[in-house]
T-cell receptor
Framework: DSGVTQTPKHLITATGQRVTLRCSPR?????VYWYQQSLDQGLQFLIQ???????AKGNILERFSAQQFPDLHSELNLSSLELGDSALYFC?????????????FGPGTRLTVL | GENVEQHPSTLSVQEGDSAVIKCTYS??????FPWYKQELGKGPQLIID?????GEKKDQRIAVTLNKTAKHFSLHITETQPEDSAVYFC??????????FGAGTTVTVRA
């Protein structure tokens, strides 16, 4: 158990809908990262927050947004969902902002868009 | 941005034999190279990492080597055991704080 929690574990929804994925980092970790894992694209970095502020951005679609709250939990919002958004979404956390700190991954949320 | 290539995509080894996974990266500014192991139904877990000022690092049965000139790094697992069966990912971190991952290698250890 990495100490990172993600909810829900599974999510099934329809095209055009909006969903919110939630992540609670390990106790004491200030950075939260979001990744998308799909069969054809592999593990892709989406976005990083550090202590409530956006720190780095990857290939995140404009339909996706994220935020980190004062209690350090983070949410990833996916809107206008398309079939191609079906994937595993992982949250990871680390102590500080530099990407060279060990990142601890949560168990993931499996999103299925029908 | 950084581009990481990983080979092979699948690897089957006899228990007790060694396994080697190789990765290349494109950005010469990359300075941190972690390796992650992902078991079925779980998130990736860091197993070892190496920084650009070091050529080799070992942790029990796992070792990683880095060749900055050639821009490649490798994971070596010796005396493989059934519990080593998993998907392994290499990654590289450039100056933009973003980890770029390889496509993964599915390792199967045959008993």
């Amino acid at each position: 158990d990495s100490g990172v929690t993600q909810t829900p574990k599974h999510l099934i929804t329809a095209t055009g809908q909006r969903v919110t994925l939630r992540c609670s980092p390990r106790s004491g970790d200030l950075s939260v990262y979001w990744y998308q894992q799909s069969l054809d694209q592999g593990l892709q970095f989406l976005i990083q927050y550090y202590n409530g502020e956006e720190r780095a951005k990857g290939n995140i679609l404009e339909r996706f947004s994220a935020q980190q709250f004062p209690d350090l939990h983070s949410e990833l919002n996916l809107s206008s969902l398309e079939l191609g958004d079906s994937a595993l979404y992982f949250c990871a956390s680390s102590v500080s902002s530099g990407g060279d700190n060990e990142q601890f991954f949560g168990p993931g949320t499996r999103l299925t868009v029908l | 941005g950084e581009n990481v290539e990983q080979h092979p995509s699948t690897l089957s080894v006899q228990e007790g034999d060694s396994a080697v996974i190789k990765c290349t990266y494109s950005d010469s500014a990359s300075n941190y190279f972690p390796w992650y192991k992902q078991e079925l139904g779980k998130g990736p877990q860091l197993i070892i990492d190496i920084r650009s000022n070091v050529g080799e690092k070992k942790d029990q049965r796992i070792a990683v080597t880095l060749n900055k000139t050639a821009k490649h790094f490798s994971l070596h697992i010796t005396e493989t055991q059934p519990e080593d069966s998993a998907v392994y990912f290499c990654a590289a971190l450039a100056n933009d704080y973003k980890l770029s991952f390889g496509a993964g290698t599915t390792v199967t250890v045959r008993a």
